[in-house]
Every structure is written in C-alpha cells, then in structure tokens.
C-alpha cells in the first residue's frame, strides 16, 4: 500500500502559520518577479480566481484589502517543508519525497490504515501547523486519487483509503479522466474523443489499445488504475541535470551585472552537485531578453563547455561560466532571463585521478565541504566567491514577500503579550 501525503495550498499555509489573522481571508502566494498566482487559499478559490492568474488583473481587489497577497519567500516554504517531511519520516516505516509539498508513504504491514491515516493528519497538522491530506491506495496513482477525495469532501477528514475493488471502481467513476496523474492536455483531449470520459473509462479500454495511442507511459497508468504498481521510486531515477535560472525583476543591460547573477546561477548549481556526491562534465550557461516587446531588438543564445576534468567546485564552474558568457554576451541588450545548466554527472565513487590535472582536487574538496558546512549552518549570502556580487541588481521583483521567521534570526517571529 502506497500514500500521498499533500500539504493543502501549502504555500498560503505556510504564510498563515505565522499570521493566523489570515485565516479564514482570501490569500494568494504570487510566482517569481510577483507576475501571477501560483497558491491560493480555498477563500480565493472561492471568489473565482483561477490558479495562473496575472496579478495585474486583480490589483485593484488587492489595494482594496479584499485579497492578501505574498511574494513567493522560498526560504520560509523550504524550511517548512523539512519541518513537514521531518514529521512524516518519523511516523511512517519509509518516506520518498515526491516535491516540495508532496511525499510518498510506503504502508506495507500497517494493520489499522483507517485509524493511522487519521493519525499521520492529526500529528503533521498539530506538529507544523500546515494541514495536509492523505490519500492510500495499493497504487501511486490511486493513492493521488485517493488524495483528491481527501480534500474534496469534509466526510474523510482528511484521510482517504481505498482498499476494496468495489471502493476503487467507485473512485474511478468519480473521476474525470483530466484528473488522472500524468494524463497531460494532449492525451486528455484525445481520449474525450474517443468517449473516454472518466478514470473509470480508460480503464475498460484494452491493454494494446492504450499503449497503440498512449505509448508505455500510458500503459502504466492504465496498469496503476487497476491496482498494479508500475511507478518506481522517483529518487531510482538518476538525474540527467541541473539547471538554475531566473527571471530579471529589471532588465539587465551590463555584462558586470549579469556576470553576477551567473555566478550565483552556478554557485547553487554546484551545491547541488556536492550535496548529490556527483561531478558535471559540462557546463552550459543561456541568455535572452524578453521576447514578449516586440518594439525592443530581441536575443537568446547559449554556450556548452566541455570540462577539461569533472568538477563541482564553485570557483572552477564560476570561472567555466564567465568563459562561456564571454562568448555570447553582446551589448545593446535588456536582459531579461538567464541561467546556468550542468550535465554529463559522474558518481563521486567512480572519480578518477587524471595525471595531467594540475588542480589539487583533495584541497579543494575539504574547501568545498567546509564552506557548505558553513552556509547550511548560516545560509548561502554569509560567504561567496567574489565574482557574485552583493548588490544583487538582478533579482527578482518581491513586493509583497514576507519575512523568513525561521531561518533568519533578524526576522523571528515577536509575540506581543
């Protein structure tokens, strides 16, 4: 038996710990540079906003009170996430974190799944303050079905198990086939032309007919519907590579600036790596304007460099990036987007000494570790290599953003008595 555990509008619950005046208002969380609506309260819901909303388009409801709006704050919803996956390893026999607010839970020899889903909702909900569903099933995609019915009807409190054939059917029936997890827009409209309006639809259709019009990744999920797990563990599936970028809450018009906001794109990249014990062979760093104003001359380009020596220290991917920016920067641009990919991993296990590399890579490697002790314990903005920066021109717009009451001692949350 799997479940899935879902934090409810998660980034808004997050925001309404620390503020329970919110609760019970209309409260939206916005993207990255305040553009649209990316978490919603059941209140907002309720009013009609749709998820994906331009804030532009409710501005007037926001300056009137009527809606509570947040900056997305990473730092608070990261740390809140810990908090919540730290609950949940404890109370279940084995976790896999599915995304920031969603985990499995493996349920195999739990004899009471009724009574310890209750359990699992009433201790994260009590020990963080952040109210989740659970859904459980004998597969990962009914167990995410199962979770929509957590959610949607009061009755379950929460906590939803399928585990009869008759229950399952019943679910299926109920929905529709859009819902499904991993039928995307492409495949949903196809099977609504062929009749195949609900789970329970697709399931009727045959094995060959799926996998003819769905491919393999379409079988399994027909598979899952039935109560066969097909869905390996997410962390089995090795990473082909990491990619941090962002969007400009200015436009950038100098390579100095940009320059900056690259190194900090390839600064957490190779956290990334180190945490994952992997090094990058190579090492790609892209550019591009807006796209959107026509009226401004338009650019994008990209640049691959292939490493002489795998690596993951920050200065050596620092210095690969300005190497490849060099090459494609041209000036008379507004920048507007930027990022930094690595790929090509090599295990830390499977590292060879190359006689012609000339770096210390023991050196740098106790370099690496005492530095990240030293940002985990403090964050990644108390020591950098120069070439980030510290005015941070670049970042995104946050207007509304909150403060970071646990990870930031200057932003503590003052109770006043």
């Known amino acids: ?8 509008n998660f980034f808004v619950s997050c925001e309404r710990v620390f503020n329970p005046s919110l609760n019970g208002k209309p ?15 059941q209140e907002a819901k309720d ?44 109370l279940a026999p084995e976790i896999e974190v599915y995304s920031i ?17 209750k359990t699992i909702v009433r201790t994260v909900t009590k020990n963080t303050g952040i109210p989740v569903s659970l859904g459980m099933a004998s597969t990962k995609t009914l167990a995410k ?15 939803c198990l399928i585990e009869t054939d008759e229950k399952r ?10 819902e499904i997890w991993g039928i995307g827009r492409k495949h949903k409209k196809m099977l609504e032309y062929h009749s195949v309006n609900t789970a329970f639809d697709l399931t009727q259709k045959s094995r060959s007919w799926v996998r003819k ?55 957490s990249c190779s956290r990334k790596l180190r945490k994952q014990k ?80 000339t770096k210390d890579r023991e050196k740098q490697r106790r370099l690496s570790k005492v530095l990240d002790e030293i940002t985990k314990k403090n964050g990644t903005e108390i020591i950098k290599v120069a070439a980030q920066g510290d005015a941070h021109a670049w970042a995104s717009k946050r207007e509304f953003v909150s403060r970071r009451f646990t990870t930031n001692l200057n932003d503590i949350i003052t109770v006043k008595c």
């Open 47 to 90: 009013l009609g906003i749709p998820m994906g909303e331009p804030v532009f388009k409710i501005r007037e409801q926001i300056k009137a009170g009527r809606i509570h709006v947040f900056s997305s704050n990473y730092a608070l919803y990261g740390d809140m996430s810990a908090r919540v996956m730290s609950v949940l390893a404890s």
């Open 101 to 117: 607010d969603e985990a499995f839970l493996h349920l195999e020899g739990i004899p009471d799944l009724a009574e310890y889903g």
């Open 169 to 178: 059917i019943k679910a299926l029936q109920l929905t529709p086939v859009g």
């Open 145 to 159: 079905l199962a979770g929509h019915f957590a959610k949607k009807y009061p009755g379950y409190e929460r906590s």
């Open 213 to 267: 019009n769905m491919t393999v990744v379409g079988e399994r999920t027909w598979q899952e519907l039935q109560g066969i797990p097909t869905i390996s563990d997410e962390h089995d599936e090795e990473k082909k590579q990491i990619c941090t970028s962002r969007s400009f809450g200015e436009p950038v018009r100098d390579f100095t600036t940009l320059m900056e906001a690259i190194a900090n794109f390839a600064a």
């Open 278 to 357: 992997s090094y990058a062979r190579m090492v790609m760093v892209f550019i591009s304007t807006g796209g959107y104003r026509t009226e401004q001359m338009q650019y994008y380009q990209n640049q691959l460099v292939n490493l002489s020596f795998p690596a993951n220290d920050t200065s050596e991917i620092i210095s690969c990036c300005r190497q490849a920016l060099e090459k494609i920067y041209k000036e008379g641009y507004s920048y507007k987007r930027a990022g930094v990919i690595v790929s090509g991993f090599i295990p830390e296990t499977a590292l060879e000494r190359d006689l012609f590399d």
């Open 27 to 41: 409260v939206v969380v916005l993207s990255n540079n305040d553009g649209c609506i990316i978490s919603r309260s």
């Open 1 to 8: 038996m799997f479940g899935l555990v879902d934090c409810n």
